[in-house]
């Protein structure tokens, strides 16, 4: 696949990446991207591997390995290597739906299995799939796909975050008739509302979106299951229903001081920001949620690193991301071998705004909070604090973070933000359709599948797993819609 000797040949690279302190001062994606035959050269280093763990989608060390679409990235390489934008369109179609959102925001799970990335640095995959997808939108490939025959079958699917907009597309082209339940006043869910603008452009959304509608796809927003239309309506109404609401439930902290004004959590927050630059059609950052302000970021995932470069958008003079866990090691260790995905560390764009403003990494590792303090008018000023040691428990064998006596520390702080991760979906969904959740907060669906208890009721993405990526909730979409129309029509097709 690609040029036989162009791993040897050819350097890895992807498009430049504005300075940090120019990026800082808008919301808009500051990632270029390379010329034509630049982008064929990263396509000649993908190697005749043999055994491409990096379309594998398998769980290895407890992880996901690889893409878990099963996209064909060796032929997809291959096809950029030699020009052939559109057949390499259409290859990777055939396995995803929407590239242009995986290709910005996933974090390449298939560059981690990257063979080539033993000794060297993976092919840039995530990047050509971007320039695959690109060239097709700008030269009229991508277009509404409305089926001839219709199966006079119906289905709704509650939620357009990434599951749901894949689960009505698959199911759309099935040939049922779809229609999408969104609670806010915008399809696209985690992607619109809980991924920031300069990660992934609302237009970018809005553009699939307008191929969906046109493909016969019916949106309801501002509608929300369980309080503006119950769980009985639905079923009344349509022969299938998807639930697909994600795990939009936060974790908090149960600390004293918790109800202080200006803590929040990290999901409201980067909300708000992303609603008000719409309303001003992103032309004006709300500035006045962090201007001047001491923010601390609890919690070190992909949601901390996001408020981080949020908050120094909107002009925090001072940011601090708190991470429980210990900084992980710069290179693989033993017990982390490839191609298991690598726990190594990573600096994403938000941190480095921070190093290039402030002089220093953001974060503080093995760290949590232990009491929020409050000024005299009962809003948040500070943060007590206490280190973490990792620790063996000889019962289970798990490792825990406890606290170490005599580190107490004292962080100031006006505005707190928590991006802990989330707990599980929202209960009154679940509650309105007569359905059990488990022990994690996920709908309860049947071992290995994706129908519920009721029979007509079906279950995707994080509201179906837990918290996870935009790519595997994508694969859950994709899935479901299959499982869906095998129970409508007795069968299926690929």
Avoid at 87 to 113: D, G
Avoid at 228 to 237: H, I, N, Y
Wanted: one cysteine or more; glycine letters at 10%; charged letters at 25%.
């Amino acid at each position: 696949m690609g040029k036989p000797t162009g791993f040897l040949e050819y350097e890895r690279q992807t498009g430049a990446a504005e300075a940090p302190k120019e990026r800082i001062s808008h919301f808009r994606e500051f990632h270029g991207a390379l010329t034509e035959e630049q982008q064929r050269l990263q396509g000649a280093r993908c190697m005749d591997c043999g055994v491409p763990f990096c379309q594998s989608g398998t769980k290895i060390g407890g992880r996901v390995s690889g893409c878990p679409l099963h996209n064909l990235v060796p032929e997809i390489n291959d096809l950029v290597y030699r020009g052939n934008w559109k057949l390499a369109y259409e290859r990777l179609t055939k396995t995803h739906c929407f590239p242009e959102f995986t290709s910005r925001v996933c974090p390449a799970l298939c560059e981690a299995a990257c063979t080539c990335s033993i000794h060297d640095a993976p092919v840039a995959t995530r990047e050509n799939e971007r320039a695959v997808i690109e060239y097709a939108f700008a030269n009229g490939l991508v277009k509404a796909e409305a089926p001839e025959v219709r199966t006079q079958k119906s289905v709704a699917v509650v939620g357009s975050g990434p599951a749901g907009l894949a689960a009505a597309w698959y199911l759309n082209q099935k040939g049922h008739s779809v229609t999408v339940y969104e609670r806010s006043d915008r399809p696209g869910g985690l992607l619109r509302y809980g991924i920031p603008n300069m990660k992934l452009e609302k237009s970018v959304i809005d553009r699939r979106i307008r191929i969906m509608e046109d493909s016969g796809i019916r949106f309801l927003c501002n509608t929300d299951v369980g309080r503006d239309v119950s769980g009985k309506a639905l079923l009344e109404q349509y022969d299938r229903v998807v639930l697909a609401g994600g795990a939009s439930a936060p974790r908090d902290l149960k600390v004293p001081g918790r109800d202080a004004a200006g803590i929040r959590f990290a999901v409201d927050f980067l909300s708000e920001v992303t609603r008000k630059l719409a309303e001003s059609g992103f032309e004006k950052a709300p500035v006045e949620l962090a201007k001047g302000k001491r923010v601390l970021v609890i919690g070190g995932g992909d949601t901390g690193n996001d408020c981080v470069g949020t908050a120094i958008r909107l002009g925090a003079k001072q940011v601090i991301q708190l991470e429980m866990m210990p900084e992980a090691p710069k290179q693989r260790t033993a017990g982390n071998p490839w191609p298991e995905w690598p726990n190594v560390l990573k600096t994403d764009y938000g941190q480095e705004e921070a190093i290039a403003l402030f002089g220093e990494d953001p974060r503080r590792y093995q760290t949590t909070v232990t009491e929020f303090v409050k000024d005299k008018k009962g809003a948040v000023c500070a943060a007590k604090t206490t280190a973490l040691t990792p620790q063996r428990e000889e019962k289970t064998g798990r490792t825990v973070m406890v606290p170490v006596e005599g580190t107490e520390a004292r962080i100031p702080a006006d505005l707190v933000l928590i991006a802990a991760g989330f707990v599980g979906s929202e209960t009154y969904v679940a509650e309105t359709f007569g359905l059990g959740l488990d022990g994690r907060g996920n709908v309860t669906a049947a071992a290995g599948g994706w129908q519920t208890e009721n029979s007509r009721i079906f279950t995707a993405g994080d509201m179906h797993t837990g918290q996870s990526l935009v790519v595997s909730a994508i694969a859950e979409g994709k899935a479901v819609a299959k499982a869906v129309d095998e129970s409508l029509m007795g069968y299926t097709v690929e």
